[in-house]
């Protein structure tokens, strides 16, 4: 502690050489002393995540060439993932198409102001990138403008608010893709330290048929809110578990009948009636005027889907939205204001990743404030016992003091 610091371009130009396996070790290092004091319970963590700006300017972001239906970047997970250089960036021919039709019609028609400006663009992660950083991903934020940024996700531990985990991703990406190599780096910090993970908080930005079965699988509480376009209940049908079947208000049976895949590839289940209870129904005017037959389609997760949705509509859901929001939030509204992450003052995914690690080695500071209370109440315990007793001995009697001037009271009267 009482070395001098060293010089910023010192920092500044060995970090690069670094790989990003040595800021995993340094923010093992430091983790482990919180975990020895008592800072970190393991079982319950807040996950959450947040923008933050790239080193780069939207307004240097040039169009990709035309070229194959490959993506113009490697599809890699890890936060070592590299761009190629800024020539080899590529779209597909018909997304540059839809560009520049859709740019037509906003020129012709649209009534934002603005819309009519020489230099007014669509952009785009398809069909544009930055040259300057081009893993930097073009985001936008309710209520917030549109700019480069990256994505910096945290576990934070619910006992005391201890980073527990942390990650660059591209901004671009939904984050229900990325808890699982998030889970994997979690529980790899917790099992180091003979910690286990019982219940794990997020947003509905993480929900997740897939999510909910993997944290299912590895007998993990999900408190995350169940996606808006998600359905318990189907009016007017009554679902029985034990035969997999639907019935409608009419009483006919809908079975499940076949597995299908939806257009993002994720797994539904098909149930529908026979045709001949249909064409016989009553109500087929207003249930299925156009088809021969009734038919449902539900996800393939629908059991996971419906047991998070009963937890989120419990009293404990709600009590939990709110922890997580009093755990994770607070600490990244420090990291970004008072920590300088506001900001990326380095290129590239890998970088990135470097910089939130130490910012996150930065954090757990509380490991220096941390004062045990153990020690603290045994101080106080101890000396209370003499201290009574002391104050027994000392105390008199009361009763000898109010009998003791009424017998004295004759003598003095004499």
């Not at 979690?186 to 219940?199: I, K, Y």
């Not at 106080?380 to 109010?402: C, D, G, H, I, K």
Request: charged share 25%; glycine share 6%; with cysteine.
């Amino acid at each position: 502690m009482d070395e001098e610091l060293p010089w910023h371009s010192t920092v500044r130009r060995t970090r690069p050489l670094f790989p990003a396996a040595v800021f995993e070790r340094l923010f093992d290092h430091v983790f482990a002393p919180c975990v020895a004091r008592g800072l970190v319970a393991g079982d319950t963590q807040a996950v959450d995540s947040a923008p933050v700006k790239a080193n780069a300017s939207l307004e240097a972001v040039r169009e990709k060439q035309q070229g194959g239906t490959r993506g113009p970047f490697v599809a890699t997970d890890g936060p070592d993932a590299t761009a190629p250089a800024a020539s080899l960036v590529r779209a597909p021919a018909h997304q540059l198409r839809n560009l520049a039709a859709r740019q037509a019609r906003l020129v012709a028609h649209s009534s934002v102001p603005g819309s009519r400006h020489p230099q007014a663009r669509l952009f785009s992660n398809k069909t544009h990138y930055s040259p300057t950083d081009p893993d930097a991903r073009i985001s936008l934020k309710p209520g917030k403008a549109r700019a480069l940024n990256y994505l910096c996700r945290l576990a934070v531990d619910t006992a005391k608010g201890v980073i527990r985990h942390v990650q660059a991703d591209f901004a671009d990406s939904r984050d229900s893709l990325h808890l699982p190599r998030l889970l994997t780096g979690l529980q790899r910090r917790l099992r180091a330290n003979g910690l286990p993970l019982r219940e794990l908080l997020a947003d509905a930005g993480y929900a997740n048929g897939a999510n909910y079965a993997l944290l299912e699988a590895q007998r993990i509480t999900a408190w995350i809110p169940v996606f808006g376009q998600y359905k318990a209940v189907i009016a007017g049908f009554t679902y029985d578990a034990l035969t997999d079947a639907y019935t409608c208000a009419a009483g006919k049976v809908l079975p499940f009948r076949k597995y299908d895949t939806a257009a993002d590839g994720h797994w539904l289940k098909l149930y529908w009636a026979d045709c001949q209870d249909c064409q016989q129904c009553p109500f087929k005017p207003t249930c299925v005027p156009g088809a021969k037959r009734k038919q449902l389609t539900r996800t393939l997760y629908d059991a996971p889907y419906r047991r998070a949705w009963q937890r989120q509509q419990s009293r404990q859901g709600q009590r939990m939205r709110r922890v997580r929001q009093s755990t994770v939030e607070p600490v990244f509204g420090n990291l970004i204001h008072h920590y300088g992450l506001r900001r990326m003052n380095v290129r590239g995914l890998a970088g990135a990743h470097k910089t939130m690690l130490l910012t996150a080695v930065a954090y757990i500071k509380k490991l220096l404030k941390h004062r045990p209370t153990r020690q603290l109440s045994l101080a106080v315990a101890l000396p209370r016992p003499l201290l009574a007793a002391n104050r027994r001995a000392s105390r008199p009697n009361r009763r000898s003091e109010a009998l003791a001037p009424a017998r004295a009271w004759p003598l003095n009267r004499k």
